[in-house]
């Protein structure tokens, strides 16, 4: 099967968006960290659950969008949107949790 440098760039666009999603995903528990203070067992099964469900989700990212197969520019995209998430937006997401918890405990 022959593909495309075009079809190779829309790949990687897609897997940027997709690690852009997980970085959304892991905001969730950085939020539930933030709301719940756990302990460092529950922070370990919390990352394992995180790990172990986005692999499964990029494998069938994968699947659906490149046919099953696993290329360099797959992980590249992922960590490259990923970051841009977490540096960008989740700073901010994480800052107004941040402050909503704090002033709801003020309240409390």
């Known amino acids: ?8 760039l829309y790949e990687l666009f897609l897997s940027c968006g997709m690690g852009f999603l997980l970085g959304l995903y892991y905001d969730v528990f950085r939020v539930i960290r933030l709301i719940m203070k756990p302990g460092a067992k529950s922070i370990f099964f919390q990352d394992l659950f995180f790990f172990v469900s986005s692999a499964i989700l990029t494998f069938l990212f994968s699947l659906s969008i490149m046919d099953g197969e696993m290329r360099f520019y797959l992980f590249l995209g992922l960590i490259v949107g990923f970051g841009a998430y977490y540096l960008t937006i989740g700073r901010l997401v994480m800052k107004f949790a941040g402050a909503v918890v704090k002033a709801f405990l003020k309240a409390w």
């Open 1 to 8: 099967m022959k593909i495309t440098n075009g079809q190779q």
